[in-house]
């Protein structure tokens, strides 16, 4: 490959990665109990929420075992 004569443009995003800033940043603003306690509490409720949904759906999903003996019979009973 041949090597470009010409500047590459924004050539110092080559370099971002030498650099080294001496200015920090600002410390975090530390969250207020009100603020604490809504996180919680929306992650309870979320987690509330999934639990119901599984107690509710669980007896939807169960496959019915008198149906299937139901069927079995009626079968048998049709030869």
Known sequence: MFRRREPIPFAFIAEADKFRSN????????????????????GLTVVAGLVGSLVLGMPALSVDQSAGHKQQSEAADSR
Request: aromatic share 4%; hydrophobic share 45%.
């Open 23 to 42: 200015v920090a940043p600002p410390p975090r603003e530390r969250a207020s109990a009100g603020e604490i306690a809504g996180r919680w509490l929306l």
